[in-house]
């Protein structure tokens, strides 16, 4: 079953202590449905500007990314720039140009809108909402990222945009800003007040923790960050991640816990080859055989017998 | 097979945001021989003085703990008080009154002296050594712990006992610190070529991970810290994850990646019961079978298959 992405495609521009790179294709959407087309077919909507070339769009192409929801709007690219410290947490944004993105109103071709999966990457609430009043019936899986800026500031078009959200996957400042609260299983449970029934918590360097609300200890799994030696650009990990859980998810004919667990799995494994190298570098030559070895990998990082 | 400990005994004036407590025993030596005692014998060497009542002593009796080494000397005990913010890490050090603890001298028992298993917890590298050359023969296993200050102040001294020691037990600020390393892999690489074949580091809210001098993905092993909702007191924590780790290998035929798996699983354990109230409130109050239920928990966090 295919999987709908909504989100930022971008140019970036990046510096970390391993190297710079002054333009490279980015954006959560471009993340997320290239991690997630190694499990299932992905519909892309998002915008780009007329400096958007067929070479940028080859990275889709040869996989299941249908871009006919990719829209072209007259001006230039959405454009990040941001620095990176030896700690991943240390960035420093230094640009941040909109440009078409600023008037990104996402519409979904007619064939998307059957969507049964669906992941709202990190846009204003008030869009995400709009993404979903497009799609016909109720989908079966509703993913959704968010991040401080729209937590503080639209705070009420949020909260309606989670009573519709399946899965939450935010980090573990953002959860606990959203729920004014600092121990994550108390957020957790603020959290599935408001609507979602999955909270997965990404945590960089430390991995990710998901929480459901079954509530009891089985309700939560914690999948730790790939150990790699160098860590060469840790953008896109959080985006690569989710195109991983959701991908598997939407691959997978019933959503049981083993199935989400190893969601988490597999978007641990995606979100560890997307820092490995700068941009989409690593993460757009993985081969699938080379996932289900890292999986295995992740497995002996937490196997014991007791 | 007994281990010996050697570290502070303490009176801690605590505060934390679930309460308040003015004088409750503690130190490394006390949380880590009572997480210890409930898998082997623990040889307790430590100093108290003249306030250090029988009421006091009683939390070791009834226990597989000695303390014909808990050396009384004139003068107070050493008095710690802290306060610690709804993030554990936030930790604020209000007193530090060495007292008797200024001028301890470990002085091991004959009895002591044929240790196989020596955990040196976080005291002067000068004293740690010294505690090695009153022991007879090769111990089978030596674990020990630091702190930022002798990182810092006394590099030299420290190097000399890591040369001794076979398991390194630090947080991870503790491990870039002395190895001039973000990267925990090459961290613990620089620390191996020290002296230890095992790195445990210890990451508060985030578990544990333990590296292996074995290098290879094999070599790696993560443990995440226990959910809960309630962190009464983090103090200890660490102590009693050595306590549990060195315990559990000290009752262990042989040392296998498997059995060290299983003492890090122990370790986190032990930590998790130690945070849920003040002092050694809870530690003091578990049972044996409420340590296998929690282990069998932690597996149940990390559990999936592919």
Redesign the interface.
Known sequence: MSLLVVGSVAFDALETPFGKVDRTLGGAATYFSVAASFFTHVNLVGVVGEDFTRHDEAIFRGRRIDICGLERAPGKTFFWAGRYG??PNERVTLATELNVFAAFRPKLPPGFRNSRHVFLANIDPTLQRSVLEQIDGRPRMIGLDTMNYWIENTPAELREILRHTHVLMINDAETRMLSNE?????AARHIFSIGPRTLVIK?GE??A?M?HSSGG??G?????AF?????HDPTGAGDSFAGGFMGYLSASRRITG?VL??A??YGSVMGSFAVERFGLERLRRVKRREI?LR???F????????
């Open positions: 030896h700690d600092h121990n994550l299983l108390r945590r430390y991995g923790m929480v200890k089985d939560i799994f914690t999948v730790p150990p790699l030696e160098e860590v083993g667990r190893r988490m799995v289900e999986a295995r990998h497995a002996n990082l937490t196997r014991f017998r007791l």
